[in-house]
């Protein structure tokens, strides 16, 4: 089975990076396909915590190749300090891989997204001021560079000549502080990259379907989750990129024929960073409870994250969108020691109740969430000792919890995860890879 990938069924933050390290040991290859450093994900090996932003999470196992592919907008500058931590860890970067059409996030984006949410006044979209907004609107508008022009530098100074005056003038025009790096320099410091980094630079999408082809095992990892995606998501609260499954083909340039496994990671509960409508939201010493017991701070920002209960209404919206053929759970750990928890099947909205996830911010907004309440279950000692047991082991009230997600959705739970480690992960999968 060569081909698996891991998708966020919530707003970002599900524990990807942990499923996709633990599943990547299979795995020949881990390949990011949109987003970029707004992206953190964690990974807890023995004593030691990696955030990563926008190295793929393969980094972290040895003779895995790591692939950015075209959809992924890449910052060299920031890049430089994920490779500089994993160097430090002892790690290497031989597998890393980038897409030469990957565009690059520039200092001017990052301004332009600062000033843009500051236009947007009290409609921001609380991004995370890195420069992903920006960098896809000039993917799209045309006026993108590209990882594979700094191999070129002829073509990288006459981008710069056309495109830096531009910028500093569009800067001005958004009130934003404005770059006074001369052509010259900023010409050269590309350049620079690419003398760097230029190893790197390839046609990831023949190297990924020639591996393909010769029946390796490729893993892709998604960023953020089906709710921020740019058509399917809360728009206008969301993020820039395709982040549901078609995503994958045309950020990696892969088919779909080609994607067997579709894991979707789906917190036991919901969390949300940045504004916009969010029907299971929790208020008060609440919410504060489940944002302590979860750790729910961002990665990236450091933001408090919003929370909420689990809410299929949107698992339904992520399963259909993203073709979810498998669950992976995780922190179902952070609600030990719940009397009652509740799950969200519907909305209602102006007297009826809607089983679909509306496209309407204003009906999203008047929607009230229909719950199931459940029994909680007690705290445990030693979450490896029941991983070792299995599913079986688990509170019967939890199993049970389980049990009507896999229902709901018509969709099997085949990763359980009750712990930040590696080792605290129920396996149900049954050697996918094999
Ligand atoms: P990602 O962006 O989807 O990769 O997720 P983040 O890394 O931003 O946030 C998930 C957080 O939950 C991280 O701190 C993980 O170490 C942690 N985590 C992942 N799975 C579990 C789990 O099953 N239980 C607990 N308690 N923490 C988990
Ligand atoms: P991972 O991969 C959670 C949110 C931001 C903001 C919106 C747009 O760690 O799950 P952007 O900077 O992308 O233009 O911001 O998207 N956002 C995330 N929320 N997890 C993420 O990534 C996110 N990446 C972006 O908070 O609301
Ligand atoms: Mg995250």
Known sequence: MPTVAIIGAQWGDEGKGKITDYLAEKADAVVRFQGGNNAGHTIVIGDSVFKLHLLPSGVLRKDKLAVIGNGVVVNFADMAEEVK???????????????????????????????????????????????????????????????????????????????????????????????????????????????????????????????????????????????????????????????????????????????????????????????????????????????????????????????????????????????????????????????KIKVCVGYEIDGKVEKHFPASIAKLERAKPVYEEFDGWEDWEDSEALVSAGMDSLPENMQKYIRFIEEYTGIPADIISIGPKRSETIDRTSGWWN
Request: aromatic residues 8%; contains cysteine; glycine residues 14%.
């Open 85 to 339: 931590q994993i160097e430090d860890a002892g790690l290497g970067i031989d597998g890393l891989r980038i897409s030469d059409r990957a565009h690059l996030i520039m200092n001017y984006h990052k301004k332009l997204d600062g000033a843009e949410e500051v236009y947007r006044g009290n409609a921001s979209v609380g991004t995370t001021k890195k420069g992903i907004g920006p960098t896809y609107q000039d993917k799209i508008a045309r006026y993108g560079f590209r990882a594979g022009d700094l191999l070129e530098p002829e073509l990288i100074r006459e981008k710069t000549k056309f495109l830096l005056p531009m910028k500093k003038d569009l800067m001005k025009l958004m009130g934003s502080e404005t770059c006074n790096c001369s052509e010259d320099d900023f010409a050269e410091r590309l350049i620079g990259w690419g003398q760097k980094y230029g190893k790197y630079i390839c046609d990831t999408s023949v190297l990924i379907n020639d591996m393909l082809d010769e029946g390796k095992n490729i893993l892709f990892e998604g960023a953020q989750g089906a709710m921020l995606d740019i058509d399917h998501g809360t728009y206008p609260y969301v993020t820039s990129s395709s982040t549901v499954g078609g995503g994958i083909c045309s950020g990696a340039g892969v088919a779909p024929n080609r994607i067997q496994k579709v894991v979707g990671c789906l917190k036991a509960y919901t969390t949300r960073v940045g504004e916009g409508p969010f029907v299971t939201e929790l208020e008060g010493a609440e919410e504060e409870e489940l944002q302590k017991k979860g750790g729910e701070f961002g990665v990236t920002t450091g933001r408090g994250r919003r929370c909420g209960w689990l809410d299929l209404v949107v698992a339904e919206h992520a399963a259909r969108l993203c073709g979810i053929t498998s669950w992976a759970i995780t922190k179902l750990d952070v609600l030990n020691g719940y009397e």
